[in-house]
Nanobody
């Protein structure tokens, strides 16, 4: 069992930056593939980025960079050059899947989820 807690969201002006953090409980954090998703009001949850156990990363945008620090049981999402359309609740998730074969953008393959942190970008 893994518990995930996101932090770092807030209100930021367009063009600004934020770094989101997701702290995981337990001693097996390094064995999980970690992902970030977001959900805007009235829209479906969408994939943002994920990172393998060995730091291979996948992201939908160069403005959104995922990283992990296994010694701290934490995964990060750096958001740069923020736009109003980046406004959403951001969720981190953990998967026990295989990096090579899993459909990484599919939220259904992630086993654990955090409660989310709100990011609001003003124009």
């Amino acid at each position: 069992q893994v518990q995930l807690v996101e932090s770092g969201g807030g209100l930021v002006q367009a063009g600004g930056s934020l770094r989101l953090s997701c702290a995981a409980s337990g001693r097996t954090f390094s064995s999980y593939i970690m992902g970030w998703f977001r959900q805007a009001l009235g829209k479906e949850r969408e994939f943002v980025a994920c990172i393998s156990r060995t730091n291979y990363a996948d992201s939908v945008s160069d403005r959104l960079t995922i990283s992990r620090e296994n010694a701290k049981n934490t995964v990060y999402l750096q958001l740069n050059s923020l736009k109003p359309e980046d406004t959403a609740v951001y969720y981190c998730a953990a998967s026990r899947g295989s990096w090579a074969t899993m459909r990484r953008p599919d939220p259904m393959i992630y086993d654990y989820w955090g409660q989310g942190t709100q990011v609001t970008v003003s124009s």
